[in-house]
């Protein structure tokens, strides 16, 4: 016990925690600068699970506004949920957990082996792309047996139904200034 305590901190003194692991997991680029937006914009998830602030929307009218304004106001929040989703499909699902053990396995290996020299298969060289549609190839079978195309419609239909009704029962959050009403057309 005491031991996993001193390993833990002396990761934690190289920079190893889990905050600062996952950044550096992510290549620079478009997608961290899209994580770290995401990050920056979250909203306080006290006030995105407050009970309180959920009702029923008087009209249609107010149930799209609701839908919009949510949707783009706990945007970040959203994305977490949607994440979240996928996680817990993925840990609930021993042969999702094995068909992407294979997936990333075979990814791994072919980019250890074209550390050491170039892949060649029937005298051809491979390109990365084709090494990687080849990796795809070879566990198709597994996500097959795993379900995977069922489990991706469950993360969606799941998403939408959280997000949704929680967008459409959440009432809008007040800013600055700004009237919540309908224009008249």
């Known amino acids: 016990m005491a031991v996993e305590k001193d390993q833990q901190k002396d990761a934690e003194a190289e920079g190893l925690s889990a905050a600062t692991l ?6 620079s680029g478009a997608g961290r ?6 990050r920056a ?3 306080s998830w006290g006030s995105f699970v407050d009970q309180r602030r959920f009702s029923r929307p008087r009209n249609l009218g107010e ?12 945007q970040s929040n959203y994305v977490f949920v949607f994440l979240g989703l996928i996680l817990y499909c ?11 053990a294979v997936f990333f396995g075979a990814c791994y290996i072919l ?6 020299s ?25 996500f097959w047996l795993a379900g995977a195309g069922s489990a991706v419609f469950w993360v969606l239909g799941a ?27």
């Open 63 to 74: 149930l799209c506004q609701r839908l919009v304004r949510n949707v783009e106001y706990y």
């Open 33 to 38: 600068e899209w994580l770290e937006r995401r």
């Open 22 to 27: 996952l950044p550096k997991l992510i290549p």
């Open 118 to 142: 170039k892949f060649v298969l029937f005298g051809r060289e491979v390109s990365p792309a084709h090494q990687y549609a080849l990796a795809g190839g070879i566990s198709f079978p597994f």
């Open 159 to 185: 998403t939408l139904v959280v997000i949704g009704s929680h967008a459409a029962f959440h009432q809008i959050e007040a800013v600055d200034g700004e009237e919540l009403q309908m224009e008249p057309v």
């Open 90 to 100: 993925v840990a609930t699902s021993p042969m999702l957990l094995v068909a992407l």
């Open 41 to 43: 914009t979250i909203r």
């Open 111 to 116: 980019y250890l082996r074209t550390l050491q």
